[in-house]
């Protein structure tokens, strides 16, 4: 997560140093006043429940156990993301995919350490919003999603299944799934905190800055790093 914060500060810090066409947004972001309201709702839950938890977290439970908690949480989304590297056709990721998920959860000790990525294994981190966008689904307008975040019409489509595949869903009962819910959510957050706070002091904007960053994000992931030209902008169509 540590390493996710900081592509993000990347991207985002790359997103505000550019001069965005007014137009090309407008395009990308039609709902932009929902948007906002969203948003904003999503950082005053933040602000009052995520980010204090996740502060805590990181105060109360030490190094090594929070990261054998993001590790076994990793893993068992790692499962997911091989299904989605078959379904896009992409089989050789989809082994080595399967692969790093039998050494983690043997030699790792079900997921508490990483010995794949050691191994040449690293993670591939895949979703049914970047398979439908691997087969030519057209994201759609930028959506923020209450509790979930920055989103598109496409992704929030495939929303549903993706979270109906998470981690938690292996718990037990209802309140084992918001227990675990609440723990990977928590976790998550934890690897963000640096990030977070460097953003709040750059950005003059922060709605602007992490959309675009998001957006040029997740046209790279569907891409896997090769971006037509065609769907470079913030209003390009993957």
């Known amino acids: 997560m540590t390493r996710a914060a900081h592509v993000l500060l990347v991207a985002a810090m790359a997103s505000g ?3 965005a066409n007014p137009a090309a947004q407008s395009a990308a972001d039609p709902w932009e006043g929902f948007n906002r309201r ?3 709702f999503n950082e005053r839950v933040d602000a009052a429940v995520l980010e204090p938890a996740a502060s805590a ?3 109360v439970v030490p190094e090594p156990a ?3 908690v993001a590790n076994v949480l990793s893993n068992i989304r790692d499962l997911w993301s091989g299904v989605n590297h078959f379904l896009q056709g992409k089989g050789r990721d989809g082994l080595a995919t399967g692969a790093r998920v039998l050494v983690n959860t043997s030699v790792g000790v079900l997921g508490l350490r990483d010995p794949a990525t050691g191994m040449g294994l690293p993670r591939r981190p895949e979703d049914f919003g970047q398979t439908l966008g691997r087969w030519g689904v057209a994201p759609g307008p930028y959506l923020v999603v209450p509790l979930v975040g920055p989103s598109t019409l496409r992704d929030g489509v495939a929303l549903p299944l993706d979270s109906a595949l998470a981690p938690a869903r292996l718990a037990s009962g209802d309140a084992g799934v ?3 819910t609440a723990v990977e959510a928590v976790s998550q957050r934890a690897g963000l905190l640096q ?3 460097l953003l709040d002091e750059i950005a003059l904007d922060k709605y602007i800055l992490l959309r675009d960053a998001w957006l040029a994000r997740r046209r ?3 891409h896997d790093g090769a971006v037509p030209a065609d769907a470079a902008g913030i209003g390009g169509q993957q």
């Open 220 to 222: 790279d992931s569907v």
């Open 66 to 68: 929070r990261i054998g």
């Open 178 to 180: 918001a227990a675990l």
């Open 195 to 197: 990030a977070s706070d």
């Open 38 to 40: 969203m948003f904003n």
């Open 17 to 19: 140093c550019a001069t």
């Open 57 to 59: 977290w990181v105060r």
